[in-house]
């Protein structure tokens, strides 16, 4: 669960996007900087996702902001989910999925033996990044291509709730497969 807050500053943008490209980058931001400063005193340690947001989020902020404020909405979007689907894959190729920041090898059926949590959690990293992949070839269509925007919304709808139930679900599936 504590994996979903470490994609609230993204969750945040994406509501926001149609409001406004402006105020949901800089809502995005400061979204990311709470969890970041929330985490960091808790543990004086910065998680890759929660460090990427902030970073991502507040360049582009500013750049949009100040220096090309005719960037399109889908171009923004895309420029943030190619930046995050770097981030989570670079995370697998490193052999440290980016989810294993924000789990826990106590679950409600025992501990998790180590090979078991890793694998787990590379799994739902590739989830993650799939998803957001997805996402930045379906906003890269509508920048590109002649797509409507709507194709790239119920895009991201789709794939985000699919990754969401698939990280609520898989490891109490997985702990129920070791205690067999």
Request: aromatic fraction near 14%.
């Amino acid at each position: 669960m504590t994996l979903l807050f470490g994609f609230a500053p993204f969750l945040l943008f994406a509501i926001l996007s149609r409001l406004s490209a402006d105020l949901a980058l800089w809502l995005a931001f400061a979204a990311a900087f709470v969890v970041t400063i929330r985490d960091f005193v808790e543990s004086p340690s910065l998680r890759l996702l929660d460090g990427a947001s902030l970073f991502l989020f507040g360049l582009l902020a500013l750049w949009r902001g100040f220096v090309m404020p005719e960037l399109s909405l889908a171009a923004v979007r895309t420029i943030v989910e190619a930046g995050l689907c770097l981030v989570i894959f670079a995370s697998l190729l490193a052999s440290r999925p980016f989810s294993l920041e924000y789990a826990s090898r106590d679950s409600k059926t025992g501990h998790w033996p180590l090979p078991v949590f890793v694998r787990v959690n590379r799994l739902i990293s590739l989830v993650w990044g799939l998803s957001f992949a997805a996402m930045t070839v379906a906003d890269a269509a509508v920048v590109f291509l002649p797509v409507p925007f709507y194709v790239a919304i119920a895009t991201s709808v789709i794939v985000l709730a699919c990754a969401i139930t698939f990280t609520l679900r898989y490891p109490a599936l997985a702990a129920s497969r070791l205690a067999r």
